[in-house]
């Protein structure tokens, strides 16, 4: 089967990638998305964004979605003793509003918090 192309698409298709036939383009384009659903929502990263992510998240590559779901997990998460605890959307404001006021990284104010917490555990045994 042939599909035809209108030419404002084929030329988009050809800035992408100027040494390649746009029908190679085209194919590779279509392999990309060939396993999503027409009716499923698609959200795209470019590199710069994604960059920016693997910044904030402090993670060397996300290359997909479960790793984005992933370091979104582990920065509202603490380990203690094994043991998984994750913070609300406003304890890790708060985190964050200590963090600020005292100019330090929040992943030190959660490091005290964690030492607090382990040491009122063992004060109350």
Known sequence: MRITIPDELADLLQALAPKKQVEDI????????????????????????RKKLEDVFQ???????QDILDAVQKQHRMTFAGV???YSP???REIER????????????IK???KETARLMLQEV
Request: aromatic share 2%; charged share 35%; proline share 6%.
């Open 26 to 49: 085209a194919i590779t384009q279509l392999k990309r998305f060939l396993s999503i659903s027409p009716r499923e929502h698609i959200l795209v990263i470019r590199d710069a964004e």
């Open 59 to 65: 993670v060397p590559a996300l290359k997909n979605a």
């Open 84 to 86: 998984d605890i994750d």
């Open 90 to 92: 406003a304890q890790l």
């Open 98 to 109: 200590r963090a600020r006021k005292n100019r330090r990284p929040m992943e030190d104010e």
């Open 112 to 114: 005290d918090i964690a």
